[in-house]
Nanobody, 127 residues
């Protein structure tokens, strides 16, 4: 069992930056591929970014590519999402997720591949 707790959300003006953190407990996060998703009210939860167990492979949604960066510090059992040049359309609840991956280089893209989820943190970008 893995418990995930997100932090770092808040209110920011367009063009600003935030760094989200996802702290894991229960099992070492280095055993899991990790991802960030987001969800707006009334919409499906959508993929934002993913990172392999080793941290050597990443993938970012086209909508955030070049602005957001996922990275991890396995020694701190934490995964991060650095968000720059924020836009009002980035407003959502952001969720961290952990999933089992057979190999250290694999990244997981779809929601169904993830086994554990955090409670989410709200990000609001004002125009």
């Amino acid at each position: 069992q893995v418990q995930l707790v997100e932090s770092g959300g808040g209110l920011v003006q367009a063009g600003g930056s935030l760094r989200l953190s996802c702290a894991a407990s229960g099992r070492t996060v280095s055993n899991y591929a990790m991802g960030w998703f987001r969800q707006e009210p009334g919409k499906e939860r959508e993929f934002v970014a993913a990172i392999s167990r080793s941290g050597g492979s990443t993938n970012h949604a086209d909508s955030v590519k070049g602005r957001f960066t996922i990275f991890r510090d396995n020694a701190k059992n934490t995964v991060y999402l650095q968000m720059n040049s924020l836009k009002p359309e980035d407003t959502a609840v952001y969720y961290c997720a952990a999933g089992r991956a057979a190999f250290s280089f694999i990244i997981l893209i779809t929601r169904t591949e993830y086994d554990y989820w955090g409670q989410g943190t709200q990000v609001t970008v004002s125009s």
